[in-house]
Nanobody
Framework: QVQLVESGGGLVQAGGSLRLSCAAS????????MAWFRQAPGKEREFVAV????????YYASFVKGRFTTSRDNARNTVYLQMSSLRPEDSAVYSC??????????????????WGQGTQVTVSS
């Protein structure tokens, strides 16, 4: 069992930066691919970024490339999402998710076994 807790969300002006953290409890964090998703009111959940478990490869949604960076610290059981050049359309609840040893990269959404509750990011114009 893995529990995920996000933090670091908040209100920021357009063009600003935030760093989200996702702390994982449970064993074998290093064997999980860790992803970020977001969901804005009235919209479907969408994939943002993922970092692989075996080689820390990363993959990003096209709309965040060059602005967001995900990283992981296996010693701290934590994954990060550094967001810069934020736009009002980035406002959403950001959640992290874990996929145990997925055989695809990036993992299919159904392969994410565990989800956090999310943290709100609001970007003002």
């Amino acid at each position: 069992q893995v529990q995920l807790v996000e933090s670091g969300g908040g209100l920021v002006q357009a063009g600003g930066s935030l760093r989200l953290s996702c702390a994982a409890s449970g064993r074998a964090f290093s064997s999980y691919a860790m992803a970020w998703f977001r969901q804005a009111p009235g919209k479907e959940r969408e994939f943002v970024a993922v970092i692989n478990w075996i080689d820390s490869r990363t993959y990003y949604a096209s709309f965040v490339k060059g602005r967001f960076t995900t990283s992981r610290d296996n010693a701290r059981n934590t994954v990060y999402l550094q967001m810069s050049s934020l736009r009002p359309e980035d406002s959403a609840v950001y959640s992290c998710a874990a996929a145990g040893r997925p055989d695809y990269f990036p993992p299919r959404e159904y392969q994410y076994n565990y989800w956090g509750q999310g943290t709100q990011v609001t970007v003002s114009s």
